[in-house]
C-alpha cells in the first residue's frame, strides 16, 4: 500500500430509491443490482479501492438494503493485520436528525461525526453504480500536488451527452471556476473548454476532499447535493477546487437503457470494459459453483457466468447469469438473464408442476429478445417475448417496459405459451 493512501477514507453512496432502475431496484439497492452474471454494481467501487492500496470504506445505504447488507458481509472480510474494512452506515434516526437522506451531500451531513473517528486527512467520495477502472491513488496524488479542497475526476463529453452531466470549465493550471449541474441542451453555449468532438469537461461524480474542507462545507452549506450545491458554492467562496482529467472507460448504469447496454456490450470481441483483466480483477462473492453444462446448444456470443445448464438452446448476443437453465429449443437473442439464487430440488419441481408452476429459467421452446430476466424467474414453455423498440412504456404484474426492453421482475412467473 502506498503510504499517503492510508489516510484516506472511501465513502461509497448507496443512492436512493434507484427509481430509472425500476424494477430491477424494487426489491434491492441499486449498488446490489447484479452485473455482468456474476457480479453486483457495488463491486467495482469497492475492487478499485482495494488495488488503489485503500482498504478502509464505508458505504452509506438506505432503501432495500439487506441483500447489499448480506452481499458487503459475505464478499470482503480483511484479514486482523491489514487494519482495513468495509462498514455499511445505514440512515438512522438520531437526536440531531431524524429524516432520511435527502441527497448526496445530506447522507455525508448526517454521518460526519462516523467519517472522522478513523482520522483520515481525505475523503474519496464515489457512487455506487458506475463500471469503469480508476487508480485512485493517481487522483488522490493529483489533488495533493495541487494542495486542492476538492478535486473532482472529469472526463470530455459530447454535446448530446452534456445534458447529463455536471459541465465544468478549468483554468490551464485545472483549477475550476465555473460548474454548472446537468445544464439544459440551450445552455451549453460558452461551456466548451475542450477541441474537437467531445468539447465539454463532465464530472464523473468522483470526489476527493480534504476532510477539513468537507467538515466545514457541509456545517456551513445546508444544500443536500454536491453537484447542485456544494461544489458550486466551494467554487463562489474561493476553496480550491481542481479537475482530474480521466480519459478510460467510464459508464453510470442509471438507467434500464444504460444497464442493458453495457451488459451486452461485454459479448462482443473487443468490449469497452474487460473482466478479464488479470492486473486488475473485479472482486465479488465467491460460490463455489461448477462450471457451466452446454448440451448441443449453438451459443453465439454469450458472456456465460457459472453454474448454467443450457440444453438444445439457441442463444446469441447474451448475458447469461449464475445458476441459469435454457431449456430444449429456447432461443434467446439479446437477453440479460441474472440467474438464480438457488437450484430447485425435484421435490421442488414435482411441486411446481402440481401447482402449475413453471420451473425457474426458461422453459422449452420459448422464445425471447431485448429482454432483462431479473432473478429466479420462471418462464413457461412456449412463451414469446418481442422486440418492443419504439414502444410505450408499460407496466403489468408480471413484466415492465421501459425505454424499448421487456424486464421481467425478480420471481415472476411467465405462464405457458404467454405473448409479450
Known sequence: ?????????????????????????????????????????????????????????????????????????????????????????????????????????????????????????????????????????????????????????????????????????????????????????????????????????????????????????????????????IIPNAIEQGMRVFAYPYEGYWEDIGTIRAFYDVNLALTGPKPPFDFFAAEWPIYTRARYLPGSRVLDSTLTRVFMAPGCIMNKAAITDCVIGLRSIVKSGAHLHRVVMMGADYYETEAQKEENQRLGLPDMGVGPGSVIENAILDKNVRIGRNVVIRDHARMEDEETDSYVVRDGIVVVPKGAVIPDHTVI
Not at 40 to 64: A, E, K, W, Y
Not at 170 to 199: N, T, V
Not at 210 to 217: C, M
Request: aromatic share 10%; glycine share 8%; hydrophobic share 40%.
Open 1 to 229: 500500500m502506498l503510504s499517503f493512501m492510508k489516510d484516506v477514507l472511501a465513502v461509497i453512496m448507496g443512492g436512493g430509491a434507484g427509481t430509472r432502475l425500476y424494477p430491477l431496484t424494487k426489491l434491492r439497492a441499486k449498488p446490489a443490482v447484479p452485473l455482468a452474471g456474476h457480479y453486483r454494481l457495488i463491486d467495482i467501487p469497492i475492487s478499485n479501492c482495494i488495488h488503489s492500496g485503500l482498504n478502509r470504506i464505508f458505504v452509506l445505504t438506505q432503501f432495500n438494503s439487506v441483500s447489499l447488507h448480506r452481499h458487503i458481509t459475505r464478499t470482503y472480510q480483511f484479514d486482523n493485520f491489514s487494519g482495513g474494512w468495509v462498514r455499511i452506515l445505514a440512515a438512522e434516526q438520531t437526536p440531531v436528525s431524524k429524516s432520511w437522506y435527502q441527497g448526496t451531500a445530506d447522507a455525508l451531513r448526517k454521518q460526519l461525526f462516523q467519517i472522522q473517528v478513523p482520522e483520515p486527512r481525505d475523503v474519496l467520495i464515489l457512487s455506487g453504480d458506475h463500471l469503469y477502472r480508476m487508480d485512485y491513488s493517481e487522483f488522490v496524488r493529483f489533488h495533493g500536488v495541487h494542495e486542492a479542497d476538492i478535486t473532482v475526476a472529469v472526463k470530455p463529453v459530447n454535446a448530446e451527452d452534456a445534458t447529463r452531466f455536471g459541465i465544468l470549465q478549468a483554468d490551464k493550471e485545472g483549477r475550476i471556476h465555473s460548474f454548472c449541474e446537468k445544464p439544459a441542451a440551450d445552455q451549453l453555449e460558452g461551456l466548451e473548454s475542450l477541441d474537437g468532438p467531445r468539447p465539454y469537461m463532465g464530472s464523473t461524480g468522483i470526489y476527493v476532499f480534504r476532510t477539513k474542507s468537507l467538515v466545514e462545507t457541509l456545517r456551513k452549506e445546508s444544500g443536500s447535493d454536491f453537484g447542485k450545491h
